[in-house]
């Protein structure tokens, strides 16, 4: 008896299957109910009572051996057939998970919908701008520094075009084609040669506001703007106008809401002072509308810039820019419910 089973021990040791159907044969061949190793321990009964240790260990062993044998056969079978029909074991498990809008979509969609039910409509422009419509339509002076390298990317060997360092320039591109009434809101991406970091970025993402007709005034503004951020931010918002600067109006100011945090109370998000600045704004300037085409004796206007991310960071607190750009499924997917 030992014999034998250390002649099927060899057998075993040396069996082939191509495929898992033919490695299922051999199971039934050796291990099934009728096979040849289930009748060898059938046998064992009938082995003398002083070999019975002996005997029933190696049955043992070749049991164990025929089915670790057998199954690497099947599992091999199933490998090369997945390879055979070409399947890419390594490509996402079902069910493949859908995408989520990015947050910097799911704000900007929200403020345009915003502008839109004020009556805007929506324009766009090109990233790679000439000097023309980034600057020198808006009214910035030969000399202004953000024409400066350190700002603004050139092109190079082509030093009138560049990357858009603020979507005013789509301002520009409206208004040399259209005479008033204009109303536009313009959504993009600009760019800025600045270091990376959790608070600065080479690129982000601005929505333009224009609106030029007869007897547009500060007052029209200020309405459009407190419906905004209580649209946004919600009804209790409260907004303030602080006096600012800008080329392109006259006058200029920053508009700040109350903290959308403490409402105001002071936090460490407004660092105590309880108002956010949130966007730049004023009467476009009337050598604008005359560098565009537009009699500025006719019509006046206004403008506002504001940036997304800095919006999306007062709505849901993203402390690092670079989240927005580094493509990380798991910071995507807290925004779902926002969808
Ligand atoms: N273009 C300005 C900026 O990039 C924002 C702005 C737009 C200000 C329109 C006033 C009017 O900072």
């Avoid at 099927?8 to 039934?28: N, P, Y």
């Avoid at 240790?53 to 199933?78: D, H, P, S, T």
């Avoid at 536009?184 to 600009?190: A, F, K, S």
Wanted: glycine content about 6%.
């Amino acid at each position: 008896m030992i014999e034998k089973i250390q002649k099927m021990l060899a057998e075993v040791a040396d069996l082939h299957a191509q495929t898992a159907e033919e490695a299922e044969a051999l199971r039934i061949k050796y291990l099934s109910k009728k096979g040849e190793i289930t009748a060898l321990m059938a046998d064992f009964r009938n082995v003398p009572a002083e070999l019975k240790k002996e005997v029933g260990m190696r049955i043992n062993e070749l049991k164990n051996a025929a089915q670790e044998k057998i199954n690497a056969l099947k599992e091999a079978a199933a490998v090369q057939k997945a390879a055979d029909t070409a399947e890419d074991l390594t490509r996402t498990p079902y069910p493949i998970q859908l995408g989520t809008r990015h947050p910097l979509t799911i704000v900007k969609n929200e403020i345009v919908d915003i502008f839109s039910r004020l009556g805007f409509t929506l324009a766009e422009g090109p990233e790679v701008e000439d000097d023309w419509h980034v600057y020198s339509s808006m009214n910035f002076a030969d000399d202004h520094p953000a024409r400066d390298m350190q700002d603004t990317f050139f092109v190079e060997a082509h030093p009138d075009i560049i990357l858009r360092s603020h979507t005013s320039s789509v301002q520009a591109r409206v208004m040399e084609k259209t005479q008033p009434p204009i109303r536009v809101i313009c959504p993009g991406r600009v760019y800025r040669n600045e270091a990376v970091s959790a608070r600065a970025h080479c690129f982000f993402h601005q929505v333009e506001g224009l609106y030029v007709d007869k007897n547009v005034s500060f007052t029209d503004l200020k309405q459009v703007l407190l419906l905004f951020a209580q649209e946004m931010f919600g009804p209790d918002t409260k907004i303030r106008l602080r006096p600012s600067y800008f080329p392109f109006t006259e006058p200029s100011a920053e508009m700040d809401v109350s903290c959308t945090l403490c409402g105001g109370k002071g936090c460490s998000l407004c660092k105590g002072a309880g108002w956010l600045e949130i966007l730049g704004c004023g009467m476009v300037d009337p050598a604008v509308l005359e560098a565009n085409g537009i009699d500025s004796s006719v019509y006046t206007g206004y403008a506002f810039g504001m940036g997304i991310e800095r919006i999306t960071n007062l709505k849901y607190q993203v402390k690092d820019l670079r989240m927005f750009s580094e493509n990380d499924t798991r910071f995507l997917d807290e925004f779902v419910s926002a969808n």
